[in-house]
């Protein structure tokens, strides 16, 4: 059942403060977050400070800036700062984990059919290099609730079953998953949990701690609107003895414990590392309520947004409203489904017509197998009301697949 939708109030779109183009209607903070003006000149600054005298910046700047960083960012999500690491985005914080779990041939590594495309590929690597069982979990839309989803996947597991990978956030599906309930329920079996959390650290309420998986992955660079490669990886203290790390170098001076060795991969850009504060507090500041303010009203927008997508097109919602957050996946309207074949394209032909003449960035994916056909959008600050309604008359005006140069 859909409502009418009820639009929370639009923050002035500022230039001042985003880098957005102002002629595009950006509705993919999914797949690339915009980073906030304010963040980004602290960045150059920083910079400048790193060739105004690089050895300088490297041998006793980084040390202490990186450790305030976590600092920052262990206070936000509810975690000790000693026990994460910095990487560069949530694919390499999976692979790291994946990596790092000793294994033997025949045991089993286990995910969901709402998993993100390069986690998956990196699990059939690991399977097939060290011979496992992957098994892939159905979780069909619609969705009735998380604790089915819970069912299936400890349906899925069995006394070989040695890690679940579950997303916080799913990518294409946009579900909030009930990950801790779940990690508890896996715990309770012996099953260690990685939660691929790319897009919960600031869309969320995140409480790292608390959801207690034995490897949590996380994005800053999505919701948290931190600098591009920006993420991190949080492991539990009795998984940390002789984690290892994906590059073999010296360990950062000064550091301490399991971090040491992850600490410094060789020369590299951690400026976007060091603005993770800065981040933090930038965002904060733009509602009078902070953060909680600024992820309730992401919420209610992409709320909205469905709602008015679902009542233009006649849809009904996939995913209970209690397993939203501000990303919300749609099947396509009717009149826009395919029935000729399924492009190959890297970029679907509507996406391709959405942006070149509406210009409105929008993802439009086949899930899970082609010719099922959806697109997602998010909510954002910068996102405003007449954004959904722009596309929404955009998909309606849009002509039948024949105008989409599909293959027949
Ligand atoms: C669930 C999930 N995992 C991993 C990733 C990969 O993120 P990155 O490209 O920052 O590695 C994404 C990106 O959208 C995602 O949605």
Same mark, same amino acid.
């Given at each position: 059942m859909t409502?009418e939708?009820v639009?929370?109030?639009?923050?002035p779109?500022?230039?001042d &403060?985003w880098?957005?183009?102002?002629?595009v209607?950006y509705?993919n903070?999914?797949?690339?977050?915009?980073?906030?003006?304010?963040?980004?000149e602290? %960045?150059?600054?920083?910079r400048?400070?790193?060739e105004?005298?690089p *050895? %300088?910046?490297f041998?006793?700047?980084?040390?202490?800036?990186?450790?305030?960083?976590?600092?920052?960012?262990?206070v936000f999500?509810n975690?000790d700062?000693?026990?994460?690491?910095?990487?560069?985005n949530? !694919?390499?914080?999976v692979?790291l984990? +994946?990596?790092?779990?000793?294994?033997?041939? #025949?045991?089993?590594?286990?995910?969901?059919?709402?998993? $993100?495309?390069s986690?998956?590929?990196?699990?059939?690597?690991?399977?097939r290099?060290?011979?496992?069982?992957l098994?892939?979990?159905e979780?069909?839309?619609?969705?009735?609730?998380?604790d089915?989803v819970i069912e299936?996947?400890?349906?899925a597991?069995?006394?070989? !079953?040695?890690?679940?990978l579950?997303?916080?956030?799913?990518?294409?599906?946009?579900v909030?998953?009930?990950?801790e309930?779940?990690?508890?329920?896996?715990?309770?079996?012996?099953?260690?949990? +990685?939660v691929?959390?790319?897009?919960? @650290?600031g869309?969320?309420?995140?409480d790292?701690?608390?959801?207690?998986?034995? $490897?949590?992955? #996380?994005?800053?660079?999505?919701? +948290?609107?931190?600098?591009?490669? @920006?993420? &991190?990886?949080?492991?539990?203290?009795?998984?940390?003895?002789?984690?290892?790390p994906l590059?073999?170098?010296?360990?950062?001076?000064?550091?301490?414990?399991?971090?040491?060795d992850?600490d410094?991969?060789? !020369? $590299?850009?951690?400026?976007?590392?060091?603005?993770?504060?800065?981040?933090?507090?930038?965002? *904060? #500041?733009?509602?009078p309520? =902070?953060?909680?303010?600024?992820?309730?009203?992401n919420?209610?927008?992409?709320?909205?947004a469905?709602?008015?997508l679902?009542?233009?097109?006649g849809?009904?919602?996939?995913v209970?409203?209690?397993?939203?957050?501000?990303?919300?996946?749609l099947?396509?309207?009717?009149?826009?489904?395919?029935?000729?074949?399924?492009?190959?394209?890297?970029?679907d032909?509507l996406a391709?017509t959405?942006?070149?003449?509406?210009?409105?960035?929008?993802?439009?994916?086949a899930?899970?197998?082609?010719?099922?056909r959806w697109?997602?959008v998010?909510? %954002?600050? $910068?996102?405003?009301?007449?954004?959904?309604e722009?596309?929404a008359?955009?998909?309606?005006?849009?002509?039948?697949i #024949? =105008?989409?140069h599909?293959?027949?």
């Amino acid at each position: 059942m859909t409502s009418e939708p009820v639009w929370p109030v639009s923050m002035p779109k500022s230039r001042d &403060f985003w880098m957005l183009d102002p002629k595009v209607r950006y509705l993919n903070h999914g797949a690339f977050g915009a980073t906030p003006r304010a963040v980004l000149e602290h %960045q150059s600054e920083l910079r400048a400070r790193m060739e105004r005298e690089p *050895a %300088q910046f490297f041998a006793h700047y980084v040390g202490p800036e990186l450790a305030r960083a976590r600092h920052a960012l262990g206070v936000f999500v509810n975690a000790d700062a000693d026990d994460f690491i910095f990487v560069t985005n949530a !694919t390499t914080g999976v692979n790291l984990v +994946l990596e790092n779990l000793e294994l033997e041939a #025949g045991d089993e590594i286990v995910t969901t059919n709402h998993d $993100y495309l390069s986690c998956r590929m990196a699990m059939q690597a690991l399977a097939r290099r060290r011979d496992l069982r992957l098994v892939v979990v159905e979780i069909p839309l619609p969705l009735r609730d998380g604790d089915s989803v819970i069912e299936a996947v400890l349906a899925a597991t069995s006394s070989q !079953t040695r890690l679940v990978l579950i997303d916080h956030v799913t990518s294409p599906t946009g579900v909030v998953m009930p990950v801790e309930k779940l990690v508890a329920k896996l715990e309770a079996r012996g099953i260690d949990v +990685l939660v691929d959390g790319a897009h919960a @650290t600031g869309m969320l309420e995140l409480d790292v701690s608390a959801i207690g998986a034995a $490897y949590y992955v #996380g994005n800053l660079h999505k919701w +948290l609107c931190s600098p591009k490669g @920006t993420a &991190f990886v949080h492991v539990r203290r009795d998984r940390q003895k002789g984690f290892r790390p994906l590059v073999v170098a010296r360990g950062a001076g000064g550091t301490e414990g399991f971090r040491r060795d992850h600490d410094w991969p060789g !020369t $590299y850009d951690c400026t976007g590392f060091l603005c993770i504060p800065r981040a933090i507090e930038v965002m *904060a #500041g733009l509602l009078p309520g =902070g953060w909680p303010e600024l992820r309730a009203r992401n919420r209610a927008m992409a709320r909205a947004a469905r709602d008015h997508l679902c009542s233009t097109f006649g849809l009904a919602p996939p995913v209970p409203e209690s397993m939203l957050g501000a990303l919300v996946t749609l099947p396509l309207p009717a009149h826009l489904a395919w029935r000729g074949t399924q492009p190959t394209a890297p970029i679907d032909p509507l996406a391709r017509t959405l942006f070149d003449t509406h210009a409105i960035e929008v993802p439009v994916f086949a899930w899970p197998s082609s010719p099922h056909r959806w697109f997602r959008v998010s909510a %954002q600050l $910068y996102n405003d009301r007449a954004d959904y309604e722009a596309l929404a008359r955009a998909l309606g005006d849009t002509p039948e697949i #024949g =105008g989409l140069h599909v293959p027949t």
